[in-house]
């Protein structure tokens, strides 16, 4: 019944060279640090890792890529982790990428026993490839096995003796389904209480499933990046480039009480410019629910709430989940609007957004889940390519998120409709002519404005 062990070096002591490890976190956050760090150290390796991203290269997960000391990762994010992407593309590490819903689900179903389950995520993508595709109520599915491990690296706040856990805020992310899906799970706490100290209604992951607890130390919580800018800089808000012009009128798109998710980059500025008496749920995958707009603001604020920066500030309202149930209210529709940034659109409103082959790899993360759950999708993004290629193409030529899912595409140059007879232009920007977005766009548009 009692499960504290002495240190991390006699936890990771029992680790050997090709083991299969679940390790928790959501970006930077709520990741087994003292564990990474100590197989690190002790130079463990033919590991195969699962874990919902890579962190950065130099901390976490990205300190045991760069020493060579993962043969197999299955992750649905690179994001900033350069190493990660480089071996990726290279192909010098073997990479399973999964939509992060699925993935989150994947291991979900390990932990419950479930041997498989249907998902609409994915279907028609790269990541259905290989799997049993099956129609159910008009609407096709693809056949994704669970996923366990031998060992589960698992970071909580607070434990007690016998292992019964709780997690901060969204440090919990990917912990709780890990702790359950795996042969041995190991777990290091900030605090280690005495037993009875837990609130029996507040434990997280019960005691049964975890057989080592120890109390860690030296806690970086590091963040990916983070950019701060005051509600009352005005300039910034005002500039009219592009993005800005963008992000302002995609903000117009949000009815009071929407549940929105917004993808990172561009899509992050749409809150600096709701419309007066506009109160938005926004939706974080890492398992936030708050009302927007969030307490901090810049460009890169919703990378840093999607990194899972645990400390976000308390506001009326907010609610926190694990990353499954955060995916299980985007697959069963309850988010009622998604605001993606897009690398390529095509006139039936299929979208690509996460690589480009050969030279960048961000992984699918969360937008296959999004546009396979979400009531609509909106893609705000630039409308030409830094070199002045139209991104609405003909036909996607990228890896797809999704095929014929967006329904309204925001440009710098206008707005317009993804409709069954084709692509719809409904607004010019100002001093934009037709002819102007036509020439910018590879689909042949018309024009019909909202009245």
């Known amino acids: 019944m009692d499960k504290p062990i002495a240190s991390v070096e006699e936890a990771v002591a029992r680790i050997p060279d090709g083991a299969t490890i679940m390790m928790g976190g959501f970006g930077l956050c709520g990741i087994p640090e003292n564990l990474i760090a100590e197989l690190y150290r002790q130079g463990t390796r033919d590991l195969t890792v699962i874990s919902n991203n890579a962190g950065v290269d130099e901390f976490g997960i990205g300190l045991l890529l760069k020493n060579k000391q993962i043969k197999k990762i299955v992750a649905s994010y690179v994001g900033e982790n350069k190493t990660f992407e480089r071996l990726a593309i290279d192909k010098t590490i073997d990479v399973e990428l999964n939509p992060q819903g699925t993935l989150a689900e994947r291991i979900r179903a390990g932990g419950a026993g479930i041997p498989a389950f249907f998902t609409a995520t994915g279907y028609g993508t790269i990541a259905a490839e290989g799997l049993e595709v099956r129609e159910i109520a008009g609407r096709n599915y693809v056949l994704v096995p669970s996923i366990r491990a031998q060992f589960a690296f698992i970071k909580a706040w607070q434990g007690d003796r016998w292992g019964n856990l709780r997690y901060r805020k969204t440090a919990g992310n990917f912990n709780p389904m890990m702790a359950t899906a795996a042969d041995v799970v190991i777990a290091e706490v900030e605090e280690l209480v005495e037993l009875g100290s837990l609130d029996p209604n507040t434990i997280d992951t019960p005691s049964v499933v975890v057989d080592a607890i120890f109390q860690g130390s030296h806690y970086q919580k590091r963040i990916e990046r ?12 005002a500039t009219p480039d592009k993005r800005h012009l963008i992000a302002r009128r995609a903000a117009l798109e949000l009815r009071d009480g929407d549940c929105v998710n917004l993808g990172i980059g561009l899509p992050t500025l749409v809150t600096n410019f709701l ?46 989940l694990s990353s499954a149930d955060s995916f299980a209210l985007i697959r069963g529709g309850h988010i009622d609007v998604s605001i993606l940034g897009a690398l390529e659109v095509d006139a039936g409103g299929t979208l690509a957004n996460w690589a480009i082959p050969g030279k960048m790899l961000k992984g699918m993360g969360g937008a296959m889940d999004l546009v396979a759950g979400a009531a609509r999708i909106i893609v705000a993004m630039e409308h030409t390519t830094r070199e002045g290629n139209p991104r609405i193409v003909n036909t996607c030529s990228l890896p797809l998120t999704g095929t014929a899912v967006v329904n309204r595409i925001i440009t710098e140059l206008g707005v317009m409709d993804i409709t069954p007879s084709g692509l719809v232009v409904r607004e010019l920007a100002p001093g934009v002519s037709f002819e102007d977005i036509q020439r910018a766009t590879e689909p042949r548009l018309t024009f019909e404005p909202t009245a």
């Open 226 to 237: 983070r950019v701060v800018r005051s509600r009352s800089d005005d300039q910034a808000i």
């Open 275 to 320: 419309p007066p008496g506009i109160e938005i749920i926004l939706q974080s995958e890492n398992g936030t629910l708050g009302v927007g707009p969030p307490p901090f603001e810049g460009e890169e604020d919703a990378d840093m709430v999607n990194a899972g920066k645990e400390t976000v500030s308390e506001i009326p309202g907010t609610a926190y």
